[in-house]
């Protein structure tokens, strides 16, 4: 079993920068691939970003394409998401999630990841 622990979320207005990070228990963090998601009050569970466990490949949704950052750091079992240029619309809970049954595959799907953290809360005002 994996725990997720994230951290980093806040308050901030539009066009400002933060980093969420994401720590993870368990001996095995550098094999597991990493996602980011969000998800917005009304609204379904959004893809933001992923990286495999070796690192070399990122993914990264449309809307935060050029503006986040997706990197890892498996000394640390962490992964870290560098938010930049934020927006209103960036606005809502922030969940990191773990894939330790397969890598690769449909990375901006819900499906492939079966640990989930708790959740930080990230505000944008305008």
């Known amino acids: 079993q994996v725990q997720l622990v994230e951290s980093g979320g806040g308050l901030v207005q539009a066009g400002d920068s933060l980093r969420l990070s994401c720590a993870a228990s368990g001996r095995t963090f550098s094999t597991y691939d990493m996602g980011w998601f969000r998800q917005a009050p009304g609204k379904e569970r959004e893809f933001v970003a992923a990286?495999?466990?070796?690192?070399?490949?990122?993914y990264y949704a449309d809307p935060v394409k050029g503006r986040f950052t997706i990197s890892r750091d498996n000394a640390k079992n962490t992964v870290y998401l560098q938010m930049n240029s934020l927006k209103p619309e960036d606005t809502g809970v922030y969940y990191c999630?773990?894939?330790?049954?397969?890598?690769?595959?449909?990375?901006?799907?819900?499906?492939?990841?079966?640990?989930w953290g708790q959740g930080t809360q990230v505000t944008v005002s305008s």
């Open positions: 990286m495999t466990f070796s690192g070399y490949n990122t």
């Open positions: 999630a773990v894939s330790t049954r397969f890598t690769g595959g449909r990375m901006w799907s819900t499906e492939k990841y079966d640990y």
